[in-house]
């Protein structure tokens, strides 16, 4: 109950497409949902969160969707660029404890 | 812009050994977690540390594990007797002075144990 299922593995888009990552999760507590960019050989660092009052947050080219209903969320990379190339990792928590990662995803975005 | 530190960056260890690593939180942050990553797989929660205190550890994190703040700025984990399983990143994260604000995350120290 406490995972966090993320899809896909691995995506590949062009430069100026939308790249799109979701996760789903089953624990009901959560009440947190960040996603990190990891490059390679650093730290996750923030990207963007959201808290289930909210059914979508926007930061720049950074969309978090969210479906409490469902207990979905998803982020969009509008306009995607050669340097959005990383691993993505959807994340949730309950009041600020233990952050629950997916899987991650490997963004590759094409000049 | 403050930033964890960790060190060392890389670690290299026979198994049976004891490695400490070491973290340096951001100053006025009052959580502190260790999460590891092994090679390929997602971010794992080790340990959550507030006032002194373990406040939250999981399964991973048996007794051959421990986690110090020796003074008002390290972080340490030590790992006493190491495993060949053991090899992976582990990432050192604070967040601040209320519970739920965000976790920032260290480099990593990538430790191998042979």
């Known amino acids: 109950q406490q995972q966090v299922k993320q899809s896909p593995q691995s995506l590949i888009v062009q430069k100026g497409g939308i790249s799109i990552i979701n996760c789903a999760y089953e624990?009901?507590?959560?009440?947190?949902f960040p996603w990190y960019q990891q490059f390679p050989g650093k730290g996750p660092a923030l990207l963007i969160a959201?808290?289930?009052?909210?059914s979508e947050k926007k930061e720049g080219r950074f969309t978090i969707s969210f479906n409490k209903s469902a207990k979905q969320f998803s982020l969009h990379i509008m306009d995607s660029q050669p340097g959005d190339s990383a691993t993505y990792f959807c994340?949730?928590?309950?009041?600020?404890?233990?952050?629950?990662f997916g899987e991650g995803t490997q963004l590759t975005v094409n000049p | 812009e403050p930033e964890v530190t960790q060190t060392p960056s890389h670690q290299v260890t026979q198994m049976g050994q004891e490695v400490i690593l070491r973290c340096v939180p951001i100053?006025?942050?009052?959580?502190f977690y260790w999460y590891r990553q092994i090679l390929g797989q997602k971010v794992e929660f080790l340990v959550s540390?507030?006032?002194?205190?373990?406040?939250?550890k999981s399964e991973i994190f048996d007794d051959q594990f421990s986690v110090e703040r020796p003074d008002g700025s390290n972080f340490t984990l030590k790992i006493r007797s190491t495993k060949l399983e053991d090899s992976a990143m582990y990432f050192c994260?604070?967040?601040?002075?209320?519970?739920?604000?965000?976790?920032?995350f260290g480099p990593g120290t990538r430790l191998l144990v042979l």
């Open positions: 994260a604070s967040s601040g002075r209320n519970r739920g604000e965000t976790q920032y």
């Open positions: 624990n009901t507590a959560f009440d947190y």
């Open positions: 959201i808290r289930p009052d909210v």
């Open positions: 994340a949730a928590s309950t009041s600020g404890s233990r952050l629950t």
């Open positions: 100053s006025n942050h009052l959580y």
């Open positions: 540390f507030y006032n002194n205190e373990i406040s939250e």
